[in-house]
């Protein structure tokens, strides 16, 4: 008998599919799947094992297995043959990279992408990892290798294979599960014990802060917005005998992101940062741009400005919207997802490179630049004619006689090199976008909008002369009109030529509704609050875990995802529940609804963060920042006065540019909307203008002090409790 054949397609199912990811691969000669019943019904009926690749359009390593593993013909057909091959894309599916990641996590004790796992017919894990070279070597056995040792192992011992499948779900179901049912009462005893948490959290990154560069641990380094949000709690709240913990919190703070602004992580040129240094010093970057390390960057380095009163923070600010505005801002009014570390070394030549569109030789600068221009400029920038990449950083030699922008150590800008090299970053950003462009994720994901709704209208507060407010409004109404299903209520999780198929997950919801709350914040618009009243109500709904408190990932609506879980801890992105927990914490003071309360308290209590915060100030430092916002009464300042008119604009200012966490602030226009606030707190409705001023009120516990028409004044008795 003959053997069968297995035919090479030049063009698979991905090529109906919206993500750019998946369209990436739909003309690899894998017969590859998207995530669906299609893939999973074929799988059954011909017993074979599920091939899951994993990963997302601006991942290097993706890249790089692609083109060695899924687009030779020979590793396809080998493919082809043992399994049925599925891909997906972590942004449009976190649902499936979280459950087959905490696999590959415990088995590993690593993690990444792309990640690489082989499953049984019933989605059950057999094997996983992460990348694997077409051949043995780095350690790692070629993929072939593993692929055929899966494949016999699913012929030959496949009972075996059956009962570790089940012993792994019920290992991962024990992992996930919450053992306890949180009560009121046991959050009640947190306010005595807050400050001391978050001192406590302070010291715990201390011992791992690195001194001379700034951040955490060595290499490599990551910027984690949640571990600075922490540190500027702590610096603000912690315990009254901490006053030298709450001293180095702020240093801390600040000496990461000064180091960070300085490093090669920092686009130099076009605004934004980079993804992580693979050094301790910042400067040789992983080169892709995140939006979500935008947009928490960007809330960051305005804390910073607020905390300190530097202006160096204000303009790395003014950096990142306007290299968001600029390179991810869809005409519609949402922000795309993220630009790639690899591009092309020349137009029309197949070679590529990491970094290639943002690395200089010395020749090259000199020759767009002045004498006098090229010197300022290399001298601040770290330039020299071999490159600057610091020994062990570059293992592929991409970089070799190349530089990456780098300030170290500061040289002084003078009066006379400043223009000077405001002229050389202005020619050489023009001669770098002649060069070809890195691909652009031009995906709207739901969650990483609601970060950058948060981010521009925070700045918008502290920042009001640029157009962040209306930036932040624009994008909130592309959300509702091509994201939000009116009728249901629900989400959609993400948006490339009409929306996607999945639902929108947790942290869609919970990053939304935080956006909506700053942008309620910055302009008093009453239809943000609703909506966002709304919104929490649906997350209520579909993810929140009546029985021990907290937020499920995923709703129960996709059968095939096998586990529900929850998110402990903070990645790259915040965990859903941590968000949501500040999120009720805020609508509870600008409602007045208790149930909003309860259910922040149930939360924080789910994942015992305050237990041991020396253990989860690396892991959950959001969730401490929670712990510690709910620990106090809400505080909120009525402002009275007519909107935008100069004195109502003036105390915004005044405290838009203060750090003031958990101080909400409500506008009593006299109108509408005072009065739908007085009904569910009456004490606004007798707040009002003196004089014809424009007046500030400091309620707590449903009294205000005596009014003042004075910001300073107002200001003496606000700052952080």
Known sequence: MAAPTYSIPTTNRLSHEKSPYLLQHAHNPVNWYPWGEEAFEKARREEKPIFLSVGYSTCHWCHVMAHESFEDAAVARLMNELFVNVKVDREERPDVDRVYMTFVQATTSSGGWPMSVWLQPDLKPILGGTYFPPDDRFGR???????????????????????????????????????????????????????????????????????GWGGFGDAPKFPRPVTLALLARVQAHA????????????????????????????????????????????????FEKMLYDQAQLAVAYLEAFQISGQGRYAETVRDILGYVGRDLASPDGGFFCAEDADSLLAHGK???????????????????????????????????????????SDPQGEFTGQNILFVHPPVEITAHTRPLLAEARRKLLAARNQRPRPHLDDKIVTAWNGLMISALARASRVLPQEDYFGRAARCADFVRGHLYQQETGVLKRSYREGAGVA??????????????????????????????????????????????????????????????????HDGAEPSASAVSALNLGRLAALTDREEYRRRALATTAAFHAADNPRRTAQTMPLMLAAVGALSRPPRLIVVAGKPGAEGTRAFLH????????????????????????????????????????????????????????DPATLLTGIRPR
């Open 141 to 211: 056995r070629g993929f072939p290798a593993v692929c055929q040792a899966v494949a016999n192992a699913w012929k030959n011992e496949r009972p075996k294979v059956l009962a570790q499948g089940e012993r792994i779900i019920a290992a991962l179901r024990d992992y996930t599960r919450q053992e306890s049912t949180p009560t009121v009462e046991r959050n009640e005893k947190q306010p005595a014990d807050a400050a001391r948490a978050l001192a406590d959290a302070g010291e715990a990154l201390a011992a791992s802060f690195d001194p």
């Open 239 to 286: 315990a009254p005998d901490a006053a030298g913990v709450a001293e180095k919190a702020r240093e801390m703070m600040l000496s990461t992101l000064d180091h960070m602004a300085a490093g090669g992580m920092h686009d130099h040129l076009g605004g934004g940062f980079h993804r992580y240094s693979v050094d301790r010093y910042w400067h040789v970057p992983h």
């Open 350 to 392: 197949p070679e590529h490179a990491e970094g290639a569109f943002y690395v200089w030789t010395r020749a090259e600068i000199e020759a767009l630049l002045t004498p006098e221009e090229s010197t300022a400029f290399c001298a601040r920038y770290g330039v020299s004619a071999g490159g600057n990449a610091p020994p062990g």
């Open 503 to 568: 639902d929108g997950f947790a942290d869609d919801y919970a990053f939304l509704i935080q956006g909506l709350l700053d942008l309620y914040a910055a302009g008093f618009d009453p239809a943000h609050l609703a909506w966002a009243e709304l919104l929490q109500a649906k997350q209520d709904e579909l993810f929140y875990d009546q029985d021990a408190g907290g937020y499920f990932s995923a709703s129960k609506r996709d059968a095939s995802v096998l586990l529900r879980m929850k998110e402990d």
């Open 654 to 709: 005044a405290l838009g540019v203060v750090y003031l966490p958990d101080t909400f602030v409500l506008l009593a226009d006299g109108g509408e909307h005072q009065r739908d606030l007085a009904r569910r707190m009456p004490y606004l409705a007798n707040v009002s203008m003196q004089n014809g001023r424009a007046t500030a009120y400091l309620c707590e516990n449903g009294a205000c002090q005596l009014p003042t028409d």
